[in-house]
């Protein structure tokens, strides 16, 4: 029989790791966008 609870805790674990990748990823591109934007 699968084992359930570990199917889902790893797949709430690597959705959480994602996530916060994917945060970080944004941050850096907001991040560049401010640096390199001209100034009005």
Known sequence: MPDYE?????LLDGVEKAMYE???VELACEEIYINTSPDE
């Open 6 to 10: 570990k199917m889902y805790k790893t």
């Open 22 to 24: 994917l945060k970080k």
